[in-house]
């Protein structure tokens, strides 16, 4: 199954699929923040894996999120068009 069909750059075919990625960095980076005294190195690798679930910047999530809505919007769009096109 391709989940990058159509939803631009860094958005999702799911949303939430996109949600989860979004709440697993934002826990993978709390945990660095927090051990970061502790286990440096981990932390480290914590930080580079939340950066890569994300793909790429928090910023770069976010506009994934406005891709993965918008293509819901225009799914949804397309298909009551299509309903109301054959009644």
Do not use: K
């Not at 679930?53 to 994934?64: D, E, F, I, K, S």
């Amino acid at each position: 199954m391709n989940y990058f069909r159509g939803v631009g750059m860094f958005g999702s075919a799911f949303l939430r699929a996109h949600l989860m990625r979004g709440t697993a960095a934002a826990a993978l980076l709390a945990w660095a923040i927090v051990h970061q005294t502790a286990h440096p190195w981990l932390s480290l690798g914590a930080g580079v894996a939340a950066l890569v679930t994300l793909r790429g910047c928090p910023m770069c999530w976010t506009v994934g999120l406005v891709e993965t809505l918008s293509q819901g919007r225009r799914d949804s769009t397309a298909e009551r068009a299509d309903r109301t096109w054959l009644h």
